[in-house]
């Protein structure tokens, strides 16, 4: 059973930055495609970015330069750094990890970021 654990969300003034983590445990890491996806109050869950178990990153248009994904596969955890923050960037900030060949896709239990002035 994958667990995820999220923080370091908050509050935080229009064009300031947030750094979030999540730590896994109970998987082989290296394996795992981990991502953050984020759902504001009304809205669908959506894409944020994604580091693959190779390393290589995609963002959502969204988010694209003010954010970076990292991942640490000796740590267990997935970091998501952003900055030039925005209103609109408020959300409750999900992370995940997918493995493709088992059908494995977990979610972490969700950290909230506030962007307000």
């Known amino acids: 059973q994958v667990q995820l654990v999220e923080s370091g969300g908050g509050v935080v003034q229009p064009g300031g930055s947030l750094r979030l983590s999540c730590a896994a445990s109970k998987i082989v890491f290296s394996n795992y495609h981990m991502g953050w996806y984020r759902q504001a109050p009304g809205n669908q869950r959506e894409f944020v970015a994604v580091v693959s178990a190779g390393g290589t990153t995609t963002y959502a248009d969204s988010v694209k330069g003010r954010f970076t994904i990292s991942r640490d596969n000796a740590e267990g955890s997935v970091e998501l750094q952003m900055n030039s923050l925005k209103p609109e960037d408020t959300a409750v900030y999900y992370c995940?990890?997918?493995?493709?060949?088992?059908?494995?896709?977990?979610w972490g239990q969700g950290t909230q970021v506030t962007v307000s002035s």
């Open positions: 995940n990890a997918r493995r493709v060949v088992f059908n494995i896709n977990s």
